[in-house]
């Protein structure tokens, strides 16, 4: 998977870009993701249901994984069963 492939979510509306990625596999909603949206929907778990929002950066701890929402959904975004969590903004400098 290569940088500004976008990815769907197999069990809700998620949609993501892949701005950088490892060898794992991206899930949201404890499904796998794919470039093509299936047609039957894989159920949703419950310990991966948090949701996504439109428009922030998901991470890994390692940073070897870094998604862009570009659809929000019910599923939360995790690689290999592990959750990602949304990158915070760097502060401005200080103007003085």
Do not use: F, Q, W
Request: hydrophobic fraction near 35%; aromatic fraction near 2%.
């Amino acid at each position: 998977m290569k940088p500004g492939t976008r990815l769907k979510s197999a069990a809700c509306d998620t949609e993501v870009m892949v701005i950088r990625c490892g060898d794992g596999t991206i899930e949201c909603g404890g499904a796998p993701m794919g470039e093509d949206k299936p047609a039957d929907a894989a159920p949703l778990a419950a310990d991966h249901s948090n949701g996504t929002l439109m428009g922030k950066r998901y991470v890994d701890a390692d940073g070897n994984y870094e998604l862009l929402c570009v659809k929000p959904g019910k599923g939360s975004l995790s690689v290999d069963g592990v959750a990602l969590v949304t990158k915070d903004a760097k502060p401005l400098p200080a103007s003085d």
